[in-house]
């Protein structure tokens, strides 16, 4: 079975730890949930590559889910882009 890749992207504060649980807590078997930290260059050049612009956010299969271009991860918005689904 094919893993989701799910990528948070963080800076480690209070809200991108929230973030980090929630995801933590609707990804399923299938997610291979990875925490980026946003202090490591490497991680800050494959942030801007998929276009975070601001912490927390989340990537699903090398795309920045839609609710993270912007406003912030919301659950529905996860669970649309994919996560706690099979692949």
Known sequence: MAKRMVEIFTA???CCDETVQMVRSIA???CDVQVRDMKDPEVSRRARELGVRSVPAVAVDGK???CCAGRGP???ALRAAGIGQAA
Do not use: I, K, R, Y
């Open 12 to 14: 480690g504060c209070a």
């Open 28 to 30: 399923c078997q299938s």
């Open 64 to 66: 920045l889910a839609g």
């Open 74 to 76: 919301t659950e529905e």
